[in-house]
C-alpha cells in the first residue's frame, strides 16, 4: 500500500513516554507498573508527568502504598490519564488508577549523559522524591501503527522505542519491588523497561 507522506488526522500529543513494569514473581502480574511523560505538544500544553502504581490492585493511595501521580502540569495529566493511560493494557482497570496521589512538581531533571548505558528522569515535590532509570539501553527501531495495534485501540501511533535491559524505580531513595520482565511487543520478545522517544498519538479521520 502506498504510504501516505500526511496523516490528515487530529494530533493529540507528542512528547516522550519512557515506561517501567516489574514483577516481584515472573508467573504473576506486575508488581509495579510506571510511565513517564515528558510533552512538547498536548491541548493542555507542556509539562512533565509520571504514573507510579506500586500496588496496582489495590484501591489505595501514597504514603499508605506507592499509588501516585506527580507533574507540573495537572490538566494535561488528568487528559493524559484518563484517556491514553487508562487504556493501555498494562493500566486499563487497576484499582490504584483510580485512587492515585496527586503532587505537584516542583522541579524535574533528566539524566542522558551516559546514553546508551543509562537514562534517568527526577521529578521532585514537597513530598516525593521520583527517580526512574533504565540501564542496559539497546538499539532503537521505529514503530508506525495504526488504530488495530495502538495500545488505546482509537489511535495511530508513531514513536523511536529502545529497549532497556535493566530498570529501577526509586521513591524518597526506596527501591520498588520487582524485576523487569519480557513481554511480546508488536510481535517481539522484548524487556518491560523501554525509552519511548518523539511518541506522537493522532485521532485518525
Known amino acids: 500500500m502506498q504510504r501516505i507522506a500526511v496523516n490528515p488526522g487530529s494530533v493529540e500529543w507528542s512528547g516522550e513516554n519512557p515506561g517501567i513494569y516489574l514483577k516481584s514473581d515472573p508467573d504473576k502480574d506486575y508488581s509495579v507498573v510506571a510511565v513517564f511523560f515528558r510533552i512538547v505538544l498536548s491541548p493542555h ?23 501516585m501521580c506527580l507533574t507540573d502540569n495537572r490538566p494535561m495529566m488528568e487528559y493524559l490519564v484518563a484517556n491514553f493511560v487508562s487504556k493501555f493494557p498494562t493500566f486499563a482497570g487497576q484499582k490504584g488508577l483510580d485512587s492515585m496521589s496527586w503532587h505537584d512538581v516542583t522541579d524535574s531533571k533528566q ?15 514537597d513530598a516525593v522524591r521520583l527517580q526512574m532509570t533504565w540501564k542496559g539501553i539497546k538499539a532503537p527501531m521505529a514503530v508506525e501503527v495504526g488504530p488495530e495495534a495502538s495500545a488505546t485501540k482509537a489511535h495511530d501511533m508513531y514513536a523511536v522505542f529502545a529497549e ?17 520482565a519480557t513481554r511480546q511487543f508488536f510481535g517481539q520478545t522484548m524487556s518491560t523497561a523501554f525509552l519511548a522517544l518523539s511518541e506522537t498519538w493522532v485521532t485518525p479521520l
Open 45 to 67: 500544553g507542556r509539562g512533565v508527568g509520571a504514573v507510579i502504581l506500586g500496588a496496582p490492585a489495590s484501591a489505595s493511595a501514597y504514603p499508605d502504598v506507592p499509588n
Open 111 to 125: 539524566d542522558n549523559r551516559n546514553m546508551p548505558h543509562s537514562f534517568s528522569e527526577e521529578l521532585l515535590s
Open 164 to 180: 532497556a535491559t535493566d530498570a529501577c524505580i526509586t521513591i524518597n531513595g526506596t527501591n520498588l519491588p520487582g524485576q523487569v
